[in-house]
């Protein structure tokens, strides 16, 4: 079996590469970077594949003003203390995410219930996490959504404790497995929830590197949740009520981040730090004149 998952492996990043030729470059970033006549040939390439056709005096300028001399130098994910401080704490609640949500899926081993049937569950519990964490991110603000679903999966973890037996029940323990499922489905909504608010946090110039930094913490955490898994295996109270704890650190995490709600998209860190400093009522007129 590993053999045969070894001859398979070197494929996937060589079909990867094949995809580059048919990637464009983002032309928000594009024009942020200065490089204005590639953004404009990629827009042109887009309403071609769209069946349409860009205006004859279409332009695009940089959005940053560079005869302001406000930027004396290049920024960076790392040029900005508060950037850096940002940064960190949503990898940290990221990894705590990442934890959380792959490690609940393999935790299934340790519930009072036929292992197959479990696993479905937790698969079509998926469906309408995607849903729950759409409808709600149209109105509900990031930090309440993101912290709100860690605590509930935090809980709905450490209450399988209370449904925990020493022996495989007959039947299975439905109170148990509800609630498992309940708990996979907000952990799956963080997930996905996640992401969108590291993307609102962060500028045009930065975000790219933010996001691929953010995509390491979740990777780490599943990483280190198998082996909680097999602890859980002597004692499955301690499984459930890690992956618990550790949702609502999560959770507390945005304590440290502000709101990203309604708030307009920025191209430079000196544009976020200014935005980040602004009152809520003001960011909002700012986004409602545009």
Request: aromatic share 10%.
């Amino acid at each position: 079996m590993e053999d045969h998952l070894q001859g398979h492996l070197p494929s996937t990043p060589c079909l990867l590469h094949l995809n580059y030729p048919f990637v464009s470059e983002s032309p928000r970033w594009l024009a942020v970077k200065g490089r204005t006549g590639e953004a404009l040939d990629v827009l042109t390439k887009f309403a071609k594949l769209n069946g349409k056709k860009l205006p004859g005096d279409l332009a695009t300028s940089n959005p940053v003003d560079t005869n302001a001399g406000s930027t004396t130098k290049p920024e960076n994910l790392w040029s900005a203390r508060w950037a850096t401080r940002r940064i960190a704490t949503i990898m940290v609640a990221g990894f705590a995410v990442g934890f959380v949500y792959y490690g609940v899926q393999l935790n299934v081993e340790n519930l009072n219930f036929n292992l197959y049937f479990t696993v479905g569950v937790n698969a079509l519990m998926e469906i309408p996490a995607v849903f729950i964490g759409s409808v709600f991110l149209s109105f509900v603000d990031r930090r309440t959504l993101f912290s709100s679903s860690a605590f509930v999966a935090g809980v709905s973890c450490i209450l399988c404790i209370l449904f925990t037996k020493k022996t495989m029940t007959r039947g299975g323990n439905f109170a148990q497995l509800s609630v498992e499922s309940v708990g996979f489905m907000v952990a799956s909504t963080v997930f996905d929830v996640l992401y969108v608010y590291c993307i609102e946090l962060f500028p045009s110039n930065v975000r790219n590197l933010a996001v691929s930094k953010l995509r390491q913490s979740p990777m780490l955490g599943a990483a280190i949740a198998p082996h909680l898994v097999s602890l859980g295996r002597l004692n499955p109270r301690i499984s459930f009520l890690t992956f618990g704890e550790f949702s609502i650190f999560g959770g507390l995490m945005t304590i440290w981040l502000p709101e990203t709600r309604n708030a307009p998209p920025c191209e430079t860190l000196e544009q976020q730090e200014k935005l980040s400093s602004a009152p809520i009522t003001q960011i909002e007129l700012l986004d409602s004149s545009k």
